[in-house]
């Protein structure tokens, strides 16, 4: 298991096969032959107006990677999720325990001015998540500017918030307290951080993954909203021996 490979000195690696990549490159080959429309997804932009108000807005998202269950539909429309920025959150924070505050999120991008923050650096970080501490890289790079502390120090801190392994959760923070007093940073903004990171502790997410999962739902969508014929060709070729999923 991870914990003891690790101790042995050896990486472990994750590696995720998606049917999702199936059901794209069926979808373009259809397009290609039916519109003779070549299809670079690399080259599409993330920010089509149209993608966004007619699938996410509306959580219209059956058959779009990462977005189609009930609940996560729910959560796309109570933030009319119209920006990448929107959908990398909401792929972090739809699990249990964070996606109680998606409604702090939408409340926050609806209303920035109801947001206060107690500390410059803690603003710089969190503004883009509307005071939610969401994805690990916000931990990592707050306390690093906050506090001063090293890669390293950065590192424990990141694995012990998103394990909030007791012990060592218990140890990072205070000496994240300590050197951000020594860096002359105000006890309640100190205390703030604490409390986000203790919130999340267990939860975090990383960015880059939750990122890619976004651009890939995203693709989905850019299909699903021009080619919807395509689209779903492709989702029934690919799934043709589920029954349940073709329902």
Known sequence: DMKNVERTGIV?????GLATYRQLSLAIKQIKKRHNVDIDLRKIPLDDRNVFKNIFEKGNTVSVFQFSGAGMQKALKEIKASTMDDLIAV?????????DYIP?????????SSIKYSHPIIEKHLSNTFGIMVYQEQAMFLSREMANLDWL????????????????????CANFAKKAYEMNIPQNSVND????MSKFGGYAFNKSHSCMYAIVGYWTAYLKHYYPAEWMSACIEADKDD???ID
């Open 193 to 196: 951080v604490l409390q986000l």
């Open 91 to 99: 792929a972090a924070l739809y699990r249990p325990g964070p996606m």
């Open 104 to 112: 702090d999120y939408a409340k926050g991008k609806f209303n920035p």
């Open 243 to 245: 029954a349940d999923k």
């Open 153 to 172: 120090e950065v590192d424990k801190l990141r694995k012990a918030i998103s394990k909030k392994s007791g012990k060592q959760f218990d140890e990072s």
């Open 12 to 16: 472990k690696y994750d590696l995720l």
